[in-house]
């Protein structure tokens, strides 16, 4: 109820029935609607409340955020550019209905793939181990699946000296070798998950294992918006700067709000992160892209709000690819980011309200489109982000010349050249799946 | 009317003895039906039974757990089959009951609230849902009072003393009391628990069961030296693993180990 209303007293009927703002959320249980809430063995809950407490009085402390702010400039780089991809958007102006004159939005990339480490997952861990030492904590876990979360935490306990293990599937840590180098460089343990898919889920299942055993001593980094509450609220709060960034540099560039914002969905957290400041903008058109893998059979893809139903996965309340009687289902994705059967519950609230609207791409269209960024801008995206520029190429080519579209470029693609390369002789020996290199036009 | 839980409790402490829970996982081993083995650790001494829905995510087991439930889910073990088959043996049975369950497995079950109801209909007398706290345990509760179901809610050793009271208030059977942090298994040497249990008694009149890392006899004494029952899963679900792998009877197997167990629990003479 608004203040105003609350004024008038019990007596006076509203004007109309405010609605709870989707910017609102979470409430105090940690809720996005009926999504969310913290499904954890009582082992944890103190943990999660110590976690509630510490992130409330560092909220307000300006402080904090001044530290955080400081060490994203100069240590991470921030603030990442959005850049105007102009032979991207030639080529999907050139890719439009033929005959129709100047149609086509300008795309731009807002380039998370520039800050260090090359992803977006730096901004959560950083925030995420200053909270750990606000909580006297020395050690932090992480979970990952490309590796990128594994590698931005290694960095950050590096960074404020903290000791550090990272559980990675086996099957990622054979698919990205080289971030699992990468972390052992930086002085973290990786320690490769052999139970279940041997994927993301798995190292989670096994993260949060080791903090139920370790939480007095050890702070969890969880790497999306996923979860037990607070954290679908923290990563997304550390996350909003790719959004608010997003917005200025918009107004600046653009002189006004871009059409629409287009960003790959795993759990969810750079998407949640760009998508975030502009929920109330509702003209900025919001799109979520899925990993849509080999097709729409169960266990092919990893479409958790475009093929799941609502359930209970790694303690809360969500879309989850899951059987009839609540069996997580097996997930796939070319890329192991994406290849996870569960979703932040704030996207869930987000897509039955309508504000974002959620799609896939396969496997096959990520390729191509990731040899298309290589080739049209002269850089190598992640297979995750793949997705979404598969997405924003189409919804451009189709929008008017004078509009804007933004793709989040959520990380750069060193890590998925072997795994590429493998893909692409796999597809043209199997007889080739149509995978041409669009050259553009000029 | 106390439920069947309640009333196990109730006799034993007027009795002065102590009850031993064996944790049994649903569908395993693949050589023994459910119904069997319940049977078996009856026999044994065994004053209730927790039989474990197979999930295929248990973030709160450790591996012998968690690898007996991917066995069993392999093999095409539902929920809907672990409920048929406790509704066929629930008339033979006069021990008590127990799911322990998850509550994404629950979910499915018509919601967290409707969910009880169907756990009765089968033959149940109570619940444990490891992964609802506290905070999240309002629409459990109704639906299991609403269904005369008892929950049995879980308190940990970082559980501060006004959360403890509050759980023990919400809890409708026992108090679930972790002996130690980590997941379930076996970990060698047991903690005194003695502290935690009689301070939960100074809140309580709910029975207190101790479990996590219980595995021998000495262990299952020293965990009931105040505390009403002893709980124990993986020693059990290992051993009978062990025993179908050598081609040994599995239920024979069940009710020797249980009662060897329960020698445990006669250290009383008071």
Redesign the interface.
């Given at each position: 109820m608004s203040e105003s209303t609350a004024a008038r007293g019990p007596t006076a009927p509203p004007d109309k029935i405010e609605p709870v703002r989707l910017s609102d959320a979470p409430d105090e249980?940690g809720r996005y609607g009926v999504y969310g809430?913290?499904?954890?063995?009582?082992?944890?809950?103190?943990?999660l409340a110590q976690l509630r407490e510490a992130y409330t009085a560092a909220r307000a402390d300006r402080e904090f955020w001044d530290d955080l702010k400081s060490l994203l400039k100069t240590f991470v780089g921030r603030a990442t550019p959005l850049y105007l991809a102009q032979r991207l958007t030639q080529h999907a102006r050139g890719s439009g209905r033929a005959g129709k004159e100047a149609t086509g939005a300008s795309i731009w990339l807002k380039r998370e793939d520039m800050a260090h480490t090359g992803a977006h997952k730096i901004n959560n861990t950083l925030g995420q181990a200053m909270l750990a030492m606000r909580m006297g904590k020395k050690r932090v876990i992480a979970e990952t699946g490309a590796g990128q979360h594994g590698v931005a935490t290694a960095t950050a306990a590096a960074h404020f000296g903290l000791a550090c293990d990272v559980y990675m599937g086996a099957e990622d840590a054979r698919r990205q070798r080289l971030n699992v180098a990468r972390m052992r460089m930086l002085g973290a343990r990786v320690i490769e998950v052999e139970?279940?898919t041997r994927t993301l889920?798995d190292a989670t299942?096994e993260a949060?294992?080791d903090w139920?055993?370790?939480?007095?001593q050890t702070h969890y980094i969880l790497g999306s918006v996923v979860g037990p509450h607070p954290f679908p609220m923290i990563v997304r709060d550390f996350q909003s700067i790719i959004g608010r960034e997003t917005m200025a540099q918009s107004l600046r560039l653009m002189g006004r709000l871009p059409e629409c914002i287009v960003a790959c969905v795993g759990g969810g957290s750079n998407a949640a992160g760009i998508f975030f400041p502009f929920l109330e903008n509702i003209k900025v058109q919001l799109v979520g892209v899925e990993a849509g893998g080999r097709g729409p059979a169960m266990g092919e893809h990893a479409a958790s709000l475009t093929c799941g139903t609502?359930?209970?996965?790694?303690?809360s309340?969500s879309y989850v690819l899951?059987d009839?009687?609540?069996?997580?289902a097996p997930a796939h994705s070319c890329s192991a980011g994406l290849d996870y059967p569960g979703v932040g519950p704030e996207h869930s609230n987000w897509k039955d309200s309508g504000r974002v609207r959620y799609t896939t791409r396969t496997d096959d269209e990520a390729l191509d489109a990731f040899q298309l960024l290589c080739r049209t801008e002269g850089i190598i995206p992640a297979l995750e982000t793949s997705h979404a520029i598969a997405e924003g190429v189409q919804l451009a080519s189709a929008m008017p010349a004078e509009s804007n579209l933004v793709i989040c470029l959520s990380g750069r693609g060193d890590k998925d050249v072997d795994e590429v390369v493998r893909l692409l002789s796999m597809n043209s020996t199997s007889g080739g799946t149509g995978i041409v290199m669009p050259r553009p036009t000029q | 009317m106390p439920g069947r839980i309640s009333t196990i409790f109730e006799n034993a402490r007027r009795e002065n003895r102590r009850c031993l829970m064996p944790f049994i996982c649903a569908g395993y081993p693949a050589q023994a039906s459910l119904a069997s083995i319940v049977k078996a650790v009856a026999r044994g001494g065994a004053s209730a039974v927790e039989i474990g829905f197979p999930y295929s995510d248990p973030v709160a087991d450790g591996p012998v757990i968690a690898s007996a439930m991917h066995d069993a889910i392999g093999r095409g073990v539902t929920p809907a089959s672990v409920l048929e088959q406790v509704k066929a043996m629930r008339g033979d049975i006069e021990i008590g009951l127990i799911a322990m369950v998850s509550a994404s497995i629950l979910h499915p079950m018509g919601g967290l609230s409707n969910a009880p109801a169907r756990l009765v209909e089968a033959g149940f007398d109570a619940l444990i849902v490891p992964d609802i706290p506290l905070e999240e345990s309002g629409p459990l509760l109704e639906g299991a009072a609403r269904a005369g179901v008892e929950v049995c809610m879980l308190v940990g050793p970082a559980t501060g003393r006004e959360r403890a009271t509050n759980i023990a208030k919400a809890t409708t059977g026992f108090v679930y009391l972790l002996a130690r942090a980590g997941v379930t298994g076996e970990q060698g040497r047991l903690d005194s628990v003695d502290l935690r249990v009689e301070q939960l008694k100074s809140v309580t009149q709910a029975p207190i069961a101790v479990g996590f890392g219980i595995a021998t006899p000495e262990q299952v004494r020293q965990a009931t030296a105040k505390a009403d029952a002893a709980i124990v899963g993986s020693a059990l679900v290992a051993h009978l693993s062990e025993a179908a792998r050598r081609g040994e009877d599995v239920p024979v197997a069940a009710e020797a180990l249980t009662r060897v167990l329960a020698g445990g629990l006669n250290h009383m003479g008071v």
């Open positions: 249980a809430g913290a499904y954890v063995p009582e082992t944890l809950a103190p943990a139970t279940g889920k299942n949060m294992r139920m055993g370790s939480a007095d609502p359930g209970i996965l790694h303690g309340m899951q009839e009687h609540g069996q997580t | -």
